[in-house]
Nanobody
Framework: QVQPVESGGGLVQAGGSLRLACITS???????TTWFRRTAGKEREIVAV??????PTYYVDSVKGRFTVSKVNNTLYLQMNNLKPEDTAVYYC?????????WGQGTQVTVSS
């Protein structure tokens, strides 16, 4: 299993925007539809799940109206607008449910108040 490569994180002020990207390869390209995040001391949570074959897209309540997940070819994106300090986390992409061998290094997002 080839790990995905996440990028696009950084340090932004509250209200700012970032666009995360997750590049995948091989058979995993099709199933990598989900963004997760992990905050220190908390379990990893699902942030967004891209709808499959026209199905509904899911967003955790805390990001609805601010985040948008999309996919172009082998790259999964997460557009994050109006960022809040509570969005600070390491963001990962994976399938849903996640494949245990497909966790990448993640990309750190830090939002200052």
């Amino acid at each position: 299993q080839v790990q995905p490569v996440e990028s696009g994180g950084g340090l932004v002020q509250a209200g700012g925007s970032l666009r995360l990207a997750c590049i995948t390869s091989g058979p995993f390209q099709m199933s990598a539809t989900t963004w997760f995040r992990r905050t220190a001391g908390k379990e990893r949570e699902i942030v967004a799940v891209l709808g499959w074959l026209g199905g509904p897209t899911y967003y955790v309540d805390s990001v609805k109206g601010r985040f948008t997940v999309s996919k172009v070819n082998n790259t999964l994106y997460l557009q994050m607008n109006n960022l809040k300090p509570e969005d600070t986390a390491v963001y990962y992409c994976n399938s849903n449910p996640p494949h245990p061998d497909s966790w990448g290094q993640g990309t750190q997002v830090t939002v200052s108040s």
